[in-house]
């Protein structure tokens, strides 16, 4: 189970890095923009600095044409680093850019994955990463559970190493649905963590707990008081 961060705020990188098992994190162009205009090559650097190299950073083409994008994979793995997973959308010209740069033994995560055909596809193509858009399909009519659940199997009925990165998420319980149809992975904003985590009855429970033990042992008072 891989928990990714779907930002390049690096205030965000840095607090839940610091909080989450953090496995990665993953770009693309629309969210680059709620940055502005940033130096983007120093700013990814900086972002694989407080992730470390183990962890997976996904970071995705702008070319429309097959071209483009394999030079845009090209420039990325040159300028912030040769392990980043480079993200393709799963259309005509990202499929054939994909057979491409798996053939140059580069890391890919195909993405923008709305439908089974588009992943078993992608997944023929050599893609490491499946990033099917959860909450999009949701709105779109198409049952996000069903699609994330039949990839899973698929990849498990031939064996294969691809993984599901699944995106696009409104709410907690999307995350949880996704975990549980199969994807090994799933990328969120920051405020989903932020609502999971502080949810007010967390709030309540420990303050609760610590109001029972201080009217024991005293206010101010914690375990390591009692050396």
């Not at 992943?119 to 050599?126: I, Q, T």
């Not at 294969?160 to 975990?179: C, E």
Request: aromatic letters at 8%; proline letters at 2%.
């Amino acid at each position: 189970m891989e928990f990714l961060l779907d930002t390049v705020h690096i205030d965000d990188i840095k607090k839940y890095a610091g909080i989450i098992p953090l496995s990665g994190v993953t770009s693309n162009p629309s969210i680059v923009k709620k940055e502005g205009k940033i130096d983007f090559f120093n700013h990814m650097r900086a972002i694989r600095q407080i992730i470390g190299m183990d962890a997976t950073f996904h970071i995705q083409v702008v070319g429309q044409t097959t071209e483009a994008m394999i030079t845009d994979a090209h420039t990325i793995l040159e300028n912030v680093d040769d392990h980043v997973f480079i993200k393709i959308p799963t259309n005509e010209a990202g499929l054939a850019a994909i057979k491409q740069l798996k053939q140059e033994g580069v890391n890919v995560t195909a993405t923008a994955i709305y439908t089974k055909f588009q992943g078993y596809l992608a997944m023929a193509a050599g893609a490491d990463y499946l990033a099917p858009y959860y909450n999009r399909m949701v709105n779109m009519n198409i049952n996000a559970d069903e699609v994330i659940g039949e990839l899973a199997a698929q990849i498990c009925r031939e064996g294969r190493s691809t993984k599901i990165l699944a995106a696009s998420f409104h709410t907690v319980q999307q995350v949880n649905s996704a975990f549980e149809m199969g994807a090994q992975a799933a990328t969120m904003s920051a405020d989903i963590f932020k609502t999971a985590l502080t949810a007010p009855a967390i709030g309540a429970a420990v303050k609760d707990f610590t109001t029972d033990w201080e009217s024991i042992y005293g206010v101010g008072t914690t375990v390591n008081s009692l050396k």
